[in-house]
């Protein structure tokens, strides 16, 4: 049995561990991989991605492959990009094709109905993935299965049940980094891992909202990897690939303190070449930040969102306070690691004084990053009904609903004042880190960030990220960017 594998932009860590899991299983696997340039969330320009799109050439490339099952991996950011490669790989083959990921997990019932799509996986997909492999070699498919969702001539037939969560993750082969590795050798600068699946908090606008909410029946959401498995991948991975520095795209890495310290410990001593870690803010203290800093941490990224307490708690379902927030900053900041923070705009009932609030405590803090995100509705998490309560329910929430395609930089279906308060809010917190503090109070206490809406975001965002990775301190976007202009110099092919 053989699948084909579709997916655009970056390394995909669902698709590895699938991809080692089949090929254990005895099945062979294969990526046609796209840089969907100009075409992603982080970089989207209409024209441009129309004229790198290729959509007609991936469909030809993954029929040559000759798979007998074609799977794309879907987030909603890449969904209508998705959907239009299947719709044309179903017009020169009839290869049956699978959608996995979040978004067809949390919209099986809408996914399944388009006539170019035969099945749906729900959920962790090992499992699942290689029990349909057997039934589609067995011509047995169109049973009830495990989470999958299929069709009978056009009759839909549910999953039946789930598989359980994977408790011990040591027993999963490690990731087919080769899968990846193969299309761009930018791949192999920055080696990225996971030690655990799922996460301690439930933010309403997350993804594991929507898992934890699928496996409510399960005692264990949370799952670990062992530090030796860990460690035992990563010197696999130096030695096979050289790779000069490693991101941690766990969740959250400081879940336990305790064990943090000791895989730390081994890491400094084992592998030992810079990194990134995902944190949250309740996990920082100066025991913590030491041990980044002594361990050649390149940066953090660390979730804020809001510094309006109410909103955070009732809005996002986040208990950290404002004091835990501003004292990880003041720690990281006096330990001299680097941080990039994550702010959200347009939530519910969100007003110009809560977003001038944050600019102060920003200005006086000084993360060295601020990404700006836009409140994006991902369907079935929480944040979408609360929206609904609040009868804050915009334009933007209708055009998800639609399957628009949308990402969260852009200000695409909000009200001329979200997209006004946006776009000017985002362009200051982008320009921040390189503007004195006192200009910066000036433009907050006269409320001149208006002036700032008419910047091109390429302007306050792409260029100053494109500084930052030239200086090599923040390694994910040097190997993003890395990526990019070796697929621009291909011209996507």
């Not at 699948?3 to 860590?13: D, I, K, P």
């Amino acid at each position: 049995m053989k699948v084909t594998f579709v997916f655009g932009a970056y390394e995909n860590l669902g698709i590895e561990y699938l991809s080692s899991y089949l090929k254990l299983k005895g099945h062979e696997t294969a990526l046609v991989f796209s840089p969907m340039l100009f075409n992603d969330a982080y970089l989207c320009n209409p024209f441009l991605g129309k004229i790198f799109s290729h959509i007609k050439f991936l469909a030809k490339k993954v029929v040559k492959s000759e798979p007998d099952l074609v799977a794309f991996s879907a987030l909603f950011d890449n969904y209508h990009w998705a959907t239009l490669v299947a719709k044309e790989i179903k017009k020169i083959s009839d290869v049956p094709i699978v959608f996995g990921g979040i978004h067809p997990t949390s919209l099986p019932e809408t996914v399944i109905k388009n006539s170019f799509i035969d099945y749906v996986c729900i959920g962790e997909g090992e499992l699942a993935f290689e029990n349909l492999c057997i039934k589609i070699g067995e011509k047995n498919e169109n049973i009830p299965l495990k989470n999958i969702w299929s069709k009978i001539d056009g009759e839909v037939i549910e999953n039946d049940g789930l598989y359980p969560l994977i408790d011990k993750l040591d027993n999963l082969p490690f990731p087919d980094k080769d899968i990846y590795y193969s299309k761009s050798p930018y791949f192999k600068s920055a080696y990225s891992i996971i030690t655990s699946r799922g996460c301690p908090y439930n933010c309403y606008f997350c993804c594991n909202n929507v898992l934890r909410s699928l496996y409510s029946g399960e005692k264990k959401y949370l799952r670990f990897r062992s530090r030796e498995n860990v460690l035992e991948e990563l010197k696999i991975g130096k030695e096979r690939y050289n790779y000069r520095s490693v991101l941690f795209h766990d969740d959250n890495l400081i879940t336990k303190k305790k064990s943090f310290f000791e895989f730390m410990e081994s890491y400094k001593e084992e592998i030992s070449v810079p990194y990134m870690a995902i944190v949250h803010p309740k996990n920082i203290d100066r025991d913590v930040a030491i041990t980044l800093k002594k361990t050649d941490c390149a940066y953090v990224s660390m979730g804020i969102q809001t510094f309006n307490a109410d909103c955070r708690k009732n809005i996002l379902n986040r208990f950290e306070t404002n004091d835990e927030i501003i004292n990880a900053l003041k720690i990281l900041k006096e330990e001299k690691i680097h941080v990039v923070v994550d702010h959200i705009f347009n939530l519910p009932n969100e007003t110009d004084d809560d977003l001038v609030d944050a600019g102060n405590l920003y200005n006086k803090y000084r993360p060295d990053r601020i990404v700006s995100y836009n409140l994006t509705y991902y369907p079935s998490t929480e944040i979408v009904e609360i929206a609904k309560r609040e009868n804050v329910i915009s334009q933007r929430l209708k055009m998800m609903e639609d399957d628009v395609s949308l990402t969260y930089f852009d200000s695409k279906g909000d009200s001329k004042e979200n997209s006004v308060r946006f776009n000017s809010f985002r362009n200051l917190f982008s320009i921040m880190p390189f503007v004195p503090k006192g200009i910066i109070r000036f433009i907050l206490t006269k409320k001149r960030y208006r002036f700032l809406s008419k910047i091109p975001f390429f302007v306050t965002g792409i260029l100053p990220n494109i500084v930052r990775a030239l200086r090599g301190k923040e390694i994910k976007a040097n190997q993003m960017i890395g990526i990019f202009l070796y697929n621009l110099l291909k011209l996507g092919y």
